[in-house]
């Protein structure tokens, strides 16, 4: 399939699939502004989101074929770096790229029915060019090789998450707080980052990531150095929903539009995850975060404290998407603890568990927008008797939920299956524990929704089936039979995240 997508692809976009796959989308986000239909509006952007899915696929395969030694660089306006700016693309990046134009693509097709629904009819197209210029960003921040542009596409991103939220107040006035309330919260994220990369300039001279891994080096016993750590690993964990510094989140996933929550929910907390990632173990290199820094005493605490305590207040939610949005930040958590082994092994579960989360959780809030559309509730209550009026919807959200807890044959339990090695190898048999414990309250809070929605009475009884659309059960069903095949054979997710892994290790691309 690489080679044929190789083939096929017509030199133009083989040279020029890395700024393409940002300009893009990012040239229609404000074209759409002066679109006055909105239907029109939906069309262009699902173009736009497969233009960029199809030049992901293409560098994905570009970095897999052995003449690139596993990386592609571009030079916009042919200024080399570290003058230049630099579009850099290696094995992590390259799959987080997939993710968010996949995620973006489904979570375009199921939009319009849950937008003419939430949005005002006049502020559609305002609606579809700020979801346009968010997924722009997020994929400017998975691309960049430069610090400072992936400050200013993390801004991108952040500005219209803020706007998509708060045009979620014609649904409920909450919205309105829940935007400000991120809006806030991101600055602070932002301003920590920002003074982080500057710290680093000043140290090293240059803002190209690839020449500050060249220098660091020298430089490790700089307390300005590690002043610019703590303020990136700050910024980056807040963007991130990171236990403690997840407040903006369950407020943003329970009151903004269900198109939003369910894009954000597989895309926004991953993408700065990856940017954590690749600062922690490209940026710097592991040496200095979990020997020098003795970062692990202080990232594996928090990974665990969220997978039990977001956990713990998942399961006494009683709004759906409130609840998911707790699951989320302890989902988080199993990413975090992967990451703090600070072995490939622990990288690489915390990555096939990212993929995973994404189709889980995307899944499952893709279903709740059903949900919202066709019977107008949220709550446990409002899903009493749904697996016998919306079957499809609710099936799907059930392989979703077992996928959550960890079942085996879904994509959930393999992630968690591979944790569990890296950490048995690491010697951390007690945390093993933790995560099954965390897993335990997994089935507690999902096991609710699905006894309300198979084995509970309707409290309003529906005269007929009622399902969601047909654009949104079909994105819904490819994230849930995805979860069941990729839980059956985990050749293309493990072995996308053990390349990640291995990409984020391999400080020689960076030199």
Not at 41 to 47: D, G, L, P, V, Y
Not at 57 to 79: D, F, H, K, M, R
Not at 306 to 331: N, P
Not at 452 to 460: D, K, L, R, S
Request: hydrophobic residues 60%; proline residues 5%.
């Amino acid at each position: 399939m690489i080679d044929l997508l190789l083939r096929s692809a017509p030199d133009w976009a083989l040279a020029h699939a890395a700024p393409l796959l940002v300009m893009v989308p990012l040239v229609l986000a404000p074209v759409l502004t002066l679109v006055p239909n909105g239907r029109i509006a939906w069309f262009i952007s699902i173009a736009g989101t497969a233009a960029s899915l199809i030049f992901s696929l293409i560098l994905l395969a570009i970095v897999q074929t052995p003449e690139t030694s596993g990386v592609v660089s571009y030079a916009i306006g042919n200024w080399l770096p570290p003058l230049g700016i630099e579009f850099r693309v290696d094995a992590l990046n390259a799959m987080i790229l997939v993710l968010v134009s996949a995620m973006g693509v489904l979570a375009s097709v199921m939009s319009y029915p849950t937008v003419v629904a939430e949005i005002p009819k006049e502020k559609t197209s305002l609606f579809y060019s700020a979801f346009l210029a968010c997924f722009a960003g997020l994929c400017g921040v998975a691309i960049t090789g430069d610090a400072f542009n992936l400050f200013v596409f993390l801004e991108i991103s952040s500005l219209s998450t803020y706007v998509l939220v708060a045009l979620g107040a014609s649904r409920d006035r909450r919205a309105l707080h829940a935007a400000f309330n991120y809006l806030v919260m991101g600055t602070i994220g932002a301003t920590f980052f920002i003074i982080g990369v500057g710290f680093l300039y000043a140290a090293t001279g240059t803002l190209n990531m690839a020449d500050i891994a060249s220098k660091l080096p020298a430089l490790a016993g700089s307390r300005t150095v590690q002043a610019g750590f703590a303020f990136i690993v700050v910024g980056l964990g807040l963007k991130a929903a990171m236990w403690p510094l997840h407040q903006w989140l369950p407020n943003a996933y329970s009151y903004g539009p269900s198109f939003v929550t369910m894009f954000l929910s597989a895309t926004a907390t991953k993408v700065a995850l990856y940017a954590l990632i690749r600062f922690l173990f490209s940026v710097f290199n592991p040496q200095f975060v979990f020997e020098s820094a003795a970062f692990t005493a202080l990232l594996m605490p928090l990974g665990i404290a969220a997978m039990i305590a977001c956990s713990f207040q998942a399961v006494f939610q009683t709004d759906v998407r409130r609840m998911l949005a707790y699951s989320s930040v302890a989902q988080v958590g199993y990413m975090i603890l992967g990451i703090s082994i600070g072995t490939a092994a622990g990288l690489s579960a915390g990555l096939f568990h990212l993929l995973n989360h994404a189709m889980i959780k995307g899944a499952l809030f893709m279903a709740v927008a059903g949900v919202v559309l066709t019977y107008k509730g949220t709550n446990i209550r409002d899903f009493a008797g749904l697996g016998r009026s919306a079957p499809w919807t609710m099936t799907a959200f059930a392989i979703a939920g077992l996928s959550l807890i960890g079942v085996p044959l879904t994509a959930g339990f393999q992630s968690k299956l591979q944790l569990g090695y890296a950490l048995f190898e690491n010697g951390w048999w007690w945390a093993v524990i933790l995560v099954v414990f965390s897993s335990f309250l997994a089935v507690i809070y999902v096991g609710r929704i699905l006894e309300a929605v198979f084995f509970q009475p309707p409290v309003n009884p529906r005269k007929a089936r009622k399902e969601a659309p047909i654009v949104l059960l079909v994105p819904l069903w490819i994230l849930a039979l995805a979860n069941i095949y990729f839980g059956i054979t985990t050749e293309i997710p493990l072995g996308l995240a053990r390349d990640a892994a291995a990409a984020a290790f391999g400080l020689e691309m960076f030199r």
